[in-house]
């Protein structure tokens, strides 16, 4: 059964950078696209960003596209956002998923494409 975790989420100012890690374990990811959402208090799910299996292909959410890069590392088991520029509004929970299929062709943004999904790790970033 693999596992994810999320780290990296801290209180940073606007304006600032931050880069936050999900460790799978239990099983090999690397043959799996892999995608970020985040959820704000009150809010549903957004999608932020998904990376293609063997990192030919990537997409992003419109709220933080040309502020955010996601990357993996298929040999460690990792994924990466690394978020620039960093807004009040981009304050959530950050969630790092797996998806469903393997081998797939387009990254997605669907959440219900994805089935496995961290605990999650808090970003609050200050005015």
């Known amino acids: 059964q693999v596992q994810l975790v999320e780290s990296g989420g801290r209180l940073v100012k606007a304006g600032g950078s931050l880069r936050l890690s999900c460790a799978a374990s239990?099983?090999?990811?690397?043959?799996?696209?892999m995608a970020w959402f985040r959820q704000a208090p009150g809010l549903d799910r957004e999608f932020v960003a998904s990376?293609?299996?063997?990192?030919?292909?990537?997409a992003y959410g419109d709220s933080m596209k040309d502020r955010s890069t996601i990357s993996r590392d298929n040999a460690n088991n990792m994924v990466y956002l690394q978020m620039y520029n960093l807004r009040s509004e981009d304050t959530a929970v950050y969630f790092c998923?797996?998806?469903?299929?393997?081998?797939?062709?387009?990254?997605?943004?669907?959440?219900?494409?994805?089935?496995?999904w961290g605990q999650g790790t808090q970003v609050t970033v200050s005015l």
């Open positions: 998923a797996r998806s469903i299929r393997q081998y797939g062709i387009v990254p997605t943004s669907s959440p219900g494409d994805y089935d496995v």
């Open positions: 239990g099983q090999d990811i690397s043959t799996y696209a």
């Open positions: 990376i293609r299996w063997d990192h030919g292909r990537t």
